[in-house]
């Protein structure tokens, strides 16, 4: 079965400085992996999304992610957080390598807070 | 091109009463799902649909029934409402590809009292 990790409910971080949300997985073949956004009383939205390729992967509002193979972590980060960065973050995963379809995983979601 | 729009906003049962949720797509995917948010359980998956005129169960589908008559539409019906089923609702959708994103509506906050 797959799973998802956030292993931090709360994330604090000041305006200006780099911040790193965490995502572990476990799944049997290929992950795909996603992140997604939701600010307040909204729905989820895409960030960015690895499926094969380039390690580091680049998405909306100047997040990035590393996939790390070994480690079976999709780590988010940001060089310099911004005030309105501060959101409910959700990391996704699917197994790329099951035929037919495979449904998304969703961790727990993780808060940031960015502080003036 | 308004993406993913869920009717109603916001809807308060009685135990017992039924309601249908209803979720369109303008964005001509394969895929809808609906998935319900619970505070620290992330998203479950209740029901999805891979095409028209077919759904399948989620993890979650206990409660609720679905129906795709048309490609656009999802709609996620609850028979007998139990205040278990007090969440937010969200209705999703994506192309058929496995590698694709998933496009969230805004959500339905249903209280069941």
């Known amino acids: 079965a797959q799973s998802v990790a956030q292993p931090e409910d709360q994330v604090n971080v000041a305006e200006g400085n780099p911040l790193t949300v965490k995502c572990t997985y476990s799944v049997s073949g290929n992950p795909y992996l996603f992140w997604y956004v939701q600010y307040p009383n909204r729905g989820l939205q895409f960030l960015l999304k690895y499926i094969t390729g380039d390690n580091l992967v680049k998405g909306s509002y100047g997040f990035e992610a590393e996939f790390n193979k070994s480690q079976t972590s999709f780590h988010l980060k940001k060089p310099s957080a911004l005030v309105s960065d501060s959101a409910l973050y959700f990391c996704?995963?699917?197994?790329?390598?099951?035929?037919?379809?495979?449904?998304?995983?969703f961790g727990t979601g993780t808060k940031l807070q960015v502080i003036p | 091109n308004a993406g993913v729009t869920q009717t109603p906003k916001f809807r308060v049962l009685k135990t017992g009463q039924s309601m249908t949720l209803l979720c369109a797509q303008d964005m001509n995917h394969e895929y809808m799902y609906w998935y319900r948010q619970d505070p620290g359980m992330g998203l479950r998956l209740i029901h999805y649909?891979?095409?028209?005129?077919?759904?399948a169960k989620g993890e979650v589908p206990d409660g609720y029934n679905v129906s795709r008559l048309k490609k656009q539409n999802f709609l996620l019906g609850l028979e007998s409402a139990a205040p278990s089923q007090t969440s937010v609702y969200f209705c999703?959708?994506?192309?058929?590809?496995?590698?694709?994103?998933?496009?969230f509506g805004p959500g339905t906050r249903l209280t069941v009292t």
């Open positions: 649909s891979v095409g028209e005129g077919t759904t």
């Open positions: 999703a959708s994506s192309q058929g590809l496995l590698s694709h994103e998933q496009y």
């Open positions: 996704a995963v699917r197994d790329g390598n099951s035929g037919g379809y495979q449904k998304v995983t």
